[in-house]
């Protein structure tokens, strides 16, 4: 009788990991995405950073299980936990170590002509003959 009351707690506690895990998984999906779209930082740093920036999204699995109670303070709660989740996935921003902006400006920096400031820094192409 105790083997199938610990196969069935197993069994509860491994669906639930699977319940937390599926959306941390979707979350770090879309950040890689987004972090792909607007950094130039390498592929393991964007992957190490969108998996941490996701974390948050283990938090909607016990949010939901919170709203579909019929108890108003719980589901006062799981409003408050799906609010806090979004908060901290958003307020995370991208990586930016190595920017294109942030080389093109130090590079220009770097010399000290103002008229070699103005020819780098200008965004018009140059006419070739």
Sequence with gaps: MSAITLSSALRLIGTALLYSFIPWLWAAGIHIWVYLAVSVDDLSDLLLEALHA???????APAILLLSTSIPAAVAIGILLIANAVRLMVSRGTP??????????LLCLSNCSAKRFQQMCSFRKKRSP
């Design 54 to 60: 996701s974390s948050a999204a283990m938090w909607f």
């Design 96 to 105: 930016q170590r190595r920017s294109v902006v942030t080389r093109r400006i």
